[in-house]
């Protein structure tokens, strides 16, 4: 009977519990069905005012088969929105959305640029007339981005709409805006997103070894269109990012891309890691020559920089840019704190060393086949004084604006380049600026530890040619030959007394 007992209470406790849980559940479940007119009153009370008044005069008309079908009309689009959610959103609940966000841009268009700055009034033949850029499309590219081509007044220009931007996108209701020029500057593309496509956290695919090396081009994510960005391999490229916002898998992507071509010796690496070797190590076989002290990494520089200007005077007369080939090479020198190599150290004569063979190697390296990736934490000029010398930035999340700005330029973020606004919790997505100017947002694809060590164990370089740094010599200090004691003064005149 003892035992019996505490089992039984259990047993009538638990079934409390789900009896409370499933009056719990029904009634949620009729509240959503009993609302469902409320909701679709307040989002469309045309539509809801029609099919009220049509029940009503079917059902005192007796009208059954109009009342049965405006029925149907009613539940069958319930059912569906309760039994495949997803599936509604997709065909009905975001189709819907879009429309009534473009219908209401364009019936708004002029009252949108009056309020955003954007119009103008002039003077006519009846009195005052406001005048505003003409609609010349609109439209949704993606499911969340809509594309809207204005074309601008006399006198406008596209910075008028950059300055504008953020009002407009206010005024949209719009997560983000981008304003794209044309490549003449004589007119722009605005892009409201009203969700993030780079979400979604992208995993790096590991290369086939069967994969053909290239070398022109790196896959390294997606962009905000959802289409793959590629990334110029031949191009010096400066990467700054705030710690934690994705420096590292930008890095591993490049190597991921090249590995079939560093296999082959198409490609050598030549990597410097000055926070003791903690980044590169896990994918040390992948590099030609790795420099983890300060020492090591100026030697290595200047090596490149002796190898560049051989192969230079080598091409000259013959072609303008080099061929990589499995005997000369595509020499790739990867620099992650570079601020470390620039600024962060208190042997002035290293640092001049350093930033002597690097503006060397930024300056003249492209055409003779040696490119240069650096990654830093603090762009600041006074930090890295060649950030000028790189081609191509790509800038992840930063801390301030004026260090978006140093990295790509003013325009780019009046155009939308947030890079201070990134959150914390989406590492890998950043902006682009491309050779070309054109700024693009991306999102590079996560690489993690176990990739690294596979790719360094099926991907190694056929060769590793060690850093030699320069023998230091030892010179004997002289001996110090013994004092003669001093005689005093006093003893001599008392002895000449």
């Given at each position: 009977?003892?035992?019996?007992?505490?089992?039984?209470?259990?047993?009538?406790?638990?079934?409390?519990?789900?009896?409370?849980?499933?009056?719990?559940?029904?009634?949620?479940?009729?509240?959503?069905?009993?609302?469902?007119?409320?909701?679709?009153?307040?989002?469309?009370?045309?539509?809801?005012v029609?099919?009220?008044?049509?029940?009503?005069?079917?059902?005192?008309?007796?009208?059954?088969?109009?009342?049965?079908?405006?029925?149907?009309?009613?539940?069958?689009?319930?059912?569906?929105?309760?039994?495949?959610?997803?599936?509604?959103?997709?065909?009905?609940?975001?189709?819907?959305?879009?429309?009534?966000?473009?219908?209401?841009?364009?019936?708004?268009?002029?009252?949108?640029?009056?309020?955003?700055g954007l119009?103008?009034?002039?003077?006519?033949?009846?009195?005052?007339e406001?005048?505003?850029?003409?609609?010349?499309?609109?439209?949704?590219?993606?499911?969340?981005?809509?594309?809207?081509?204005?074309?601008?007044?006399?006198?406008?220009?596209?910075?008028?709409?950059?300055?504008?931007?953020?009002?407009?996108?206010?005024?949209?209701?719009?997560?983000?805006?981008?304003?794209?020029?044309?490549?003449?500057?004589?007119?722009?593309?605005?892009?409201?997103?009203?969700?993030?496509?780079?979400?979604?956290v992208?995993?790096?695919?590991?290369?086939?070894?069967?994969?053909?090396?290239?070398?022109?081009?790196?896959?390294?994510?997606?962009?905000?269109?959802?289409?793959?960005?590629?990334?110029?391999?031949?191009?010096?490229?400066?990467?700054?990012?705030?710690?934690?916002s994705?420096?590292?898998?930008?890095?591993?992507?490049?190597?991921?891309?090249?590995?079939?071509?560093?296999?082959?010796?198409?490609?050598q690496?030549?990597?410097?890691?000055l926070?003791?070797?903690?980044?590169?190590?896990?994918?040390?076989?992948?590099?030609?020559?790795e420099?983890?002290?300060?020492?090591?990494?100026?030697?290595?520089?200047?090596?490149?920089?002796?190898?560049?200007?051989?192969?230079?005077?080598?091409?000259?007369?013959?072609?303008?840019?080099?061929?990589?080939?499995?005997?000369?090479?595509?020499v790739?020198?990867?620099?992650?704190?570079?601020?470390?190599?620039?600024?962060?150290?208190?042997?002035?004569?290293?640092?001049?060393?350093?930033?002597?063979?690097?503006?060397?190697?930024?300056?003249?390296?492209?055409?003779?086949?040696?490119?240069v990736?650096?990654?830093?934490?603090?762009?600041?000029?006074?930090?890295?004084?060649?950030?000028?010398?790189?081609?191509?930035?790509?800038?992840?999340?930063?801390?301030?604006?004026?260090?978006?700005?140093?990295?790509?330029?003013?325009?780019?973020?009046?155009?939308?380049?947030?890079c201070?606004?990134?959150?914390?919790?989406?590492?890998?997505?950043?902006?682009?600026?491309?050779e070309?100017?054109?700024?693009?947002?991306?999102?590079?694809?996560?690489?993690?530890?176990?990739?690294?060590?596979?790719?360094?164990?099926?991907?190694?370089?056929?060769?590793?040619?060690?850093?030699?740094?320069?023998?230091?010599?030892?010179?004997?200090?002289?001996?110090?030959?013994?004092?003669?004691?001093?005689?005093?003064?006093?003893?001599?005149?008392?002895?000449?007394?």
């Amino acid at each position: 009977m003892t035992t019996a007992t505490p089992t039984r209470r259990h047993g009538l406790a638990q079934a409390a519990r789900w009896t409370a849980h499933g009056i719990r559940v029904g009634l949620a479940e009729v509240w959503w069905w009993l609302s469902g007119p409320f909701r679709f009153l307040w989002r469309a009370p045309g539509k809801a005012v029609v099919w009220m008044a049509g029940t009503v005069a079917a059902y005192v008309t007796e009208t059954w088969l109009l009342l049965t079908a405006l029925g149907l009309v009613a539940v069958v689009p319930g059912v569906w929105a309760r039994g495949w959610p997803d599936s509604y959103l997709r065909h009905v609940t975001h189709p819907g959305r879009r429309r009534r966000i473009r219908r209401s841009v364009r019936r708004s268009w002029s009252g949108l640029m009056e309020a955003c700055g954007l119009s103008r009034r002039v003077i006519g033949k009846d009195g005052p007339e406001l005048r505003v850029p003409m609609l010349h499309r609109i439209g949704w590219q993606d499911p969340d981005v809509l594309v809207v081509v204005p074309q601008l007044m006399v006198g406008q220009t596209v910075e008028d709409i950059v300055t504008a931007s953020d009002r407009l996108r206010v005024a949209v209701g719009s997560r983000q805006i981008r304003v794209i020029p044309n490549p003449t500057h004589t007119g722009c593309t605005v892009r409201f997103l009203f969700a993030d496509p780079l979400a979604a956290v992208l995993d790096a695919r590991f290369p086939s070894p069967n994969l053909t090396p290239t070398i022109t081009t790196a896959e390294m994510g997606v962009t905000e269109d959802g289409r793959p960005w590629y990334q110029p391999v031949q191009v010096h490229t400066l990467t700054a990012g705030a710690s934690g916002s994705g420096k590292a898998s930008a890095m591993w992507m490049l190597l991921v891309n090249l590995a079939p071509a560093i296999r082959t010796g198409l490609v050598q690496v030549h990597g410097i890691d000055l926070k003791g070797g903690v980044e590169h190590a896990l994918g040390s076989r992948l590099f030609t020559r790795e420099a983890t002290t300060l020492e090591a990494a100026v030697v290595l520089l200047e090596d490149a920089v002796t190898a560049m200007l051989a192969r230079a005077q080598k091409i000259a007369g013959h072609t303008r840019s080099h061929t990589p080939t499995a005997a000369e090479p595509l020499v790739i020198v990867v620099i992650d704190e570079l601020a470390m190599l620039t600024s962060y150290s208190t042997d002035r004569d290293l640092l001049k060393r350093a930033d002597t063979a690097l503006r060397s190697l930024l300056a003249l390296g492209r055409a003779p086949g040696f490119v240069v990736y650096g990654y830093l934490q603090d762009p600041r000029k006074d930090t890295v004084p060649q950030r000028h010398l790189f081609n191509q930035c790509f800038a992840l999340r930063l801390r301030e604006r004026e260090e978006v700005v140093m990295v790509l330029s003013e325009g780019a973020v009046a155009a939308g380049a947030a890079c201070h606004k990134i959150p914390r919790h989406t590492p890998g997505i950043g902006y682009v600026l491309a050779e070309s100017g054109d700024v693009t947002r991306v999102r590079v694809a996560h690489v993690p530890d176990d990739m690294i060590r596979a790719l360094a164990v099926h991907f190694r370089a056929p060769v590793q040619i060690p850093v030699a740094l320069p023998a230091v010599d030892k010179v004997e200090k002289p001996s110090r030959a013994p004092r003669k004691p001093r005689s005093s003064s006093r003893s001599t005149t008392a002895a000449g007394s």
